[in-house]
């Protein structure tokens, strides 16, 4: 009987043994697990998530949270989609990354010489030159180009027309 019972624990521990070495295992393929968007927070690091910026919003932060941390390159491609006066799919910013097999993190910025122009936009996340997943955002303008347009156009006051030139007949006395 104590035979019994010490095979049956000592069973228990293999199968136990074994099912932790099983969750350990590094996935075959690197993947993306989740990507976000974030303003920066204000010390220069990603602050919350965000799904809609404003032209003034620099540098706009990707992040991106690998499934592993085996060694991979990713590459962002920061793409407009809808932006006037930007050719469709036209790639407005490219990135990439080797992780060094100790990390599961990626964090990309982008940023513009000068402010973003509004439309919509497209981050494409890369994973060793395969694509694996994308994410659409919108960038607005901001509250001082809102307002600096309606004050152009408040201020813009159409010409006066000219006055008619009437034309008088003159009587002739004799």
């Known amino acids: 009987m104590k035979i019994i019972l010490i095979s049956l624990l000592c069973l228990t521990f293999v199968f136990s043994a074994f ?10 393929t690197v993947s ?16 919350d998530v ?3 910026f404003l032209t003034t919003d620099i540098p706009i932060y990707c992040v991106v949270q690998l499934n592993s941390t085996k060694s991979a390159l990713v590459k962002m491609n920061f793409v407009a989609v809808d932006v006037k006066g930007v050719k469709a799919e036209t790639k407005v910013l ?15 910025t ?25 994410k659409t955002f919108e960038i607005k303008k901001s509250p001082s180009e809102i307002q600096k347009t309606t004050t152009q156009a408040e201020s813009f006051v159409p010409p006066k027309p000219k006055p008619k030139t009437k034309i008088v007949k003159q009587t002739r006395k004799n």
């Open 19 to 28: 099912a932790q070495e099983e969750e350990t295992k590094e996935p075959q």
């Open 32 to 47: 993306v697990e989740e990507i976000y968007l974030a303003k920066d927070n204000g010390e220069g690091k990603a602050g």
């Open 50 to 52: 965000a799904e809609s």
């Open 94 to 108: 490219s990135v990439n990354y080797k992780t060094n097999g100790k990390q599961n993190r990626v964090n990309f």
């Open 110 to 134: 982008g940023k513009p010489e000068t402010v973003w122009t509004a439309g919509n936009y497209r981050i494409d996340i890369f994973i060793d030159g395969k694509l694996v997943t994308g």
